[in-house]
């Protein structure tokens, strides 16, 4: 059975920092693809940042390039996610997903939600002005 458990949100000042956890169980880690997407409420869930199975391949939305970093330990079945410099505007609930695709590289594919089988119950970031 995969779960996937994200941890490390909370409530955090603008201009902090938080860093996200999200562990995975049930699969073969590395062969997998692993994306973390938002959801502020009332707003569809969106895309945020992906990184390849081996991790030697990072995406991010455009907007926050340089502000969030993905990583991934793959010893440790780990993906995690650096925030800095929050806004309230990062304020959302986020989720971390599998896609058994480790390798694709395709944007049009990497953002859409149903490109990722599994999904965890998500952690909640707000970010107070």
């Known amino acids: 059975q995969v779960q996937l458990v994200e941890s490390g949100g909370g409530l955090v000042q603008a201009g902090g920092s938080l860093r996200l956890s999200c562990a995975a169980s049930?699969?073969?880690?590395?062969?997998?693809?692993m994306g973390w997407f938002r959801q502020a409420s009332g707003e569809e869930r969106e895309f945020v940042a992906r990184?390849?199975?081996?991790?030697?391949?990072?995406y991010y939305v455009d907007s926050e390039k340089g502000r969030f970093t993905i990583d991934r330990d793959n010893a440790k079945n780990t993906v995690y996610l650096q925030m800095n410099s929050l806004k309230p505007e990062d304020t959302a609930a986020y989720y971390c997903?599998?896609?058994?695709?480790?390798?694709?590289?395709?944007?049009?594919?990497?953002?859409?939600?149903?490109?990722?089988?599994?999904w965890g119950r998500g952690t909640q970031v707000t970010v107070s002005s």
């Open positions: 990184i390849s199975g081996s991790g030697g391949s990072t």
């Open positions: 997903a599998a896609d058994r695709n480790p390798s694709y590289s395709e944007r049009y594919y990497y953002t859409r939600r149903s490109a990722y089988e599994y």
């Open positions: 049930g699969v073969t880690f590395s062969r997998y693809a």
